[in-house]
């Protein structure tokens, strides 16, 4: 029962506590590099200055540029996900610059930017899930309401549960009853938190490597080829509709492709507030199928039969 009550506690809750934290962390390592390289400092120089510990410091083993992405990716496997996603991010960044010959201070700028904007996009979702979350926690301790409540009144609800057959079955199903509704609660929680960390990235990566020169079709195999470096599933097939319209309007595709990415990280993000939005209405479902029960059959039942033993004790 103790670890039902701790887990009915802890249900939901972030590894970290502070949301955005670890990306805002790797947006400004991303940033002070592009600083250094932006003083013309070359870009293995200005990665061993910065290597203090993590993923830099992996990436300042490097021999040259071109390994410093998968150094970034070895070194960040232990890291929280959200850093880990971050830092895939700035991987991904550094092979297109790299392999297309993409100004590389002014890509890892925009790319401080971009992980400082998914760190405001957790810090919102934080924020929305906040409320329901708080709910969930306090659903899950009224069982153990329901047994204070007895032993307050004076009851015996563990004499009921202990001496009685209706009183350990009551109890077996109750706990079943708040182990199942802890789970839901759990199950529906990460459903409501599940956001696309590669939302925009492949139209920021295309756009990258345009700005290198390379033509749409090559530009798109470095993407998809760097991508795959770094461990990420990746496609940017959905970008040939705005590669066409550049064409055919003769304007520049960097900057509409950084828009289109833009969009489809807005558009994720508001998915996810979306479902935060919904997840007070959907935790009701756990609360009258599970919780509530439990809170009958742990608190009530054993309650009533405390009553019961008393008053024919009496007799």
């Not at 007895?150 to 009551?170: E, N, Q, R, W």
Request: proline share 5%.
């Amino acid at each position: 029962m103790r670890s039902l009550v701790r887990a009915a506690l802890h249900a939901g809750r972030r590894e970290s506590s502070e949301p955005g934290v670890a990306l805002d962390a790797v947006a400004d390592a991303v940033h002070r590099l592009a600083v250094l390289l932006s003083a013309g400092i070359e870009p293995l120089a200005a990665v061993r200055l910065l290597a203090e510990d993590g993923p830099l410091a992996r990436a300042a083993e490097a021999a040259s540029p071109l390994e410093v992405p998968e150094a970034i990716i070895a070194g960040c496997a232990t890291e929280p996900d959200a850093a880990r996603r971050g830092w895939r991010h700035l991987a991904a960044c550094w092979a297109v610059a790299t392999e297309t010959g993409a100004p590389l201070a002014s890509v890892l700028e925009r790319a401080a930017d971009t992980l400082r904007a998914l760190a405001d996009a957790d810090r919102q979702i934080d924020l929305a899930l906040s409320g329901p979350l708080a709910t969930a926690r306090i659903v899950g301790l009224l069982p153990l309401a329901g047994v204070l409540l007895a032993l307050l009144i004076g009851a015996d609800p563990v004499g009921a549960v202990v001496g009685t057959v209706p009183g350990a079955v009551a109890t077996v199903l109750g706990v079943a009853a708040l182990a199942a509704g802890i789970r839901w609660t759990r199950r529906l929680v990460a459903a409501a938190r599940v956001v696309d960390p590669l939302a925009g990235l492949g139209h920021e990566l295309l756009a990258l490597a345009m700005a290198g020169g390379a033509a749409p079709a090559a530009a798109q195999r470095r993407v998809e080829q760097a991508a795959a470096r770094c461990g990420l599933t990746l496609s940017v097939a959905d970008a040939r509709v705005t590669l066409d319209f550049a064409a055919r309007a003769g304007v520049p595709a960097g900057a509409l492709l950084r828009a289109e990415a833009s969009r489809a990280r807005r558009l994720a993000l508001a998915d996810v507030l979306r479902r935060a939005a919904l997840l007070g209405s959907r935790l009701l479902a756990p609360l009258g199928l599970c919780f509530l029960p439990a809170f009958v059959l742990l608190g009530v039942v054993p309650l009533m039969i405390g009553i019961l033993r008393g008053a024919l004790a009496a007799f």
